[in-house]
Each structure stands twice: as C-alpha cells, then as structure tokens.
C-alpha cells in the first residue's frame, strides 16, 4: 500500500495529502521512498543538485541508491520539499549520479529497408520525424501525448519517452535531466532528439545516466551522438 502523508503548505495553510511516488528498483521491486510524518515540509527557493536526491534502500535487496526527492507543488505556487526517513548509509558523493535502474529492452525488430526521414521545416515536423524514427527503431505505438507540453515529454510508447528540441540553442543540462526522471517514472526508455545540439554538460550527464542522444538536421534524418544512442540503434537491428 501507498504510504500517503498529510501536507500543510506553510505559505497558504492549504492541507494536502501527498503519497510518494513508485519507483522501480534495479531488482524490479517497486520502490517507494519513505516519508518522514513528523518533519513540517520546507519551501524549495533554490535548487542544488544535492538537494533534488535522497538516499533510499530497497527493502527487497536491500540496495541503496539515490533517488528524487518528494516534492509537493501547492496551488498557492509554493513548492514544498516533502522529508523522508533517512538510512544509515552515507549519501552519494555530491555531482554524481545514480545508476539507472533496470529498464525494459526495446522491442526487437525484424529485418527493415532503410529509415526514410521527413523534412524538417517546422517544430512539428521535427517531432514527427522523431516519432518515424523511434518507430522505424521498433517502438511502434510511439504517439504524441495530449499533454505534451505540461509534462515535457513529446512522444511516448511502450518502453520509451522521448523529448524533441526543435530550437536553435544547444539542449541544456536540465533538460537531458527531466527526460531523464520522465523516464524513470514511466520506467522507460529516455531518448532525446535536438536540432542544434547539445550543452557540454548536458552532453556529460546524458552519457552518465544512459540517454541516447540524436542529433537531426533539416532533412529529418536522426544522427547519434553519444554511446548510448549507437547502443540504441545496435540493441533493436
């Protein structure tokens, strides 16, 4: 069962119930990090890296790995911090990064023709071209999702998000980040698709976390640029 906690914002007096979300751990149990009652939630005003992650162990296998701290967005705009019992071991070095847990494989696919990209005029037909080609990758019921938008992620299937960045600027460190927590919630593949690139650091932190990065030009055809794509592209032909 769901541990689900009373929430009172400190800026509003609002009262919430709040319950942690599930994650999988790398043995396949679902993971849900413990919450901690008696401690008031604490405003989030600045963010750090070493703040947004809190050591949580498995009871199954007892495994101890870093994983997103809870958090709680008040109506009022508030952003609450939600504290969660800690364990005995010491957190994670500061910088670094937790180990992706074990996903699904992608689907296998059979024998193909070749990818034949769409051009690329607009921000929509860069999506579009992603989604062909995540198909032609063997994700076949891979959609644009309704909400798109509010929840950062462009396409979606069984097994794989993915996030297209049709704009001139290089993607930044943030955003490789949230594909990856995308993925992490939906347990899935996180695949990023960008027409200008890549920061340096998002560059680095998409190779430690496992992201297959693609780059696209204007004839639609999708490129990989970092160890994890080419495993991607290796892993379904």
């Known amino acids: 069962m769901i541990e689900s906690v009373p929430v009172r914002c400190p800026a509003c007096r609002r009262d919430h119930l709040y319950a942690a979300p599930v994650y999988p751990c790398a043995c396949g149990a679902p993971l849900t990090p413990p919450l901690l009652r008696a401690a008031p939630p604490e405003p989030i005003t600045h963010r750090t890296w070493t703040d947004d ?66 051009t690329i005029r607009t921000a929509r037909d860069a999506v579009t071209a992603a989604a062909m080609y995540l198909r032609w990758l063997g994700f076949a019921d891979v959609v644009r999702p309704g909400n798109a938008a509010s929840a950062g992620i462009d396409l979606r299937g069984t097994g794989v998000v993915a996030q297209v960045d049709p704009s001139t600027r290089p993607t930044s460190l943030r955003d490789v980040e949230c594909l990856w927590l995308n993925g992490l919630a939906a347990s899935a593949h996180s695949v990023c698709f960008s027409l200008a690139g890549y920061a340096d650091e998002a560059r680095a932190r998409a190779d430690g976390l496992g992201i297959p990065l693609f780059v696209m030009d204007l004839t639609g055809c999708p490129q990989p640029v970092n160890a994890p794509a080419d495993e991607l592209i290796m892993t379904v032909t």
């Open 53 to 118: 992650w809190v050591t949580v162990r498995c009871p199954s296998c007892e495994r101890q790995d870093q994983w997103p701290q809870p958090e709680l967005g008040c109506p009022c705009g508030t952003v609450l911090r939600i504290a969660v019992r800690p364990v005995s071991a010491p957190a994670r070095p500061a910088g670094t990064a937790a180990p992706a847990p074990a996903l699904p494989p992608p689907p296998p696919a059979a024998a193909r023709p070749s990818f034949r990209p769409v």
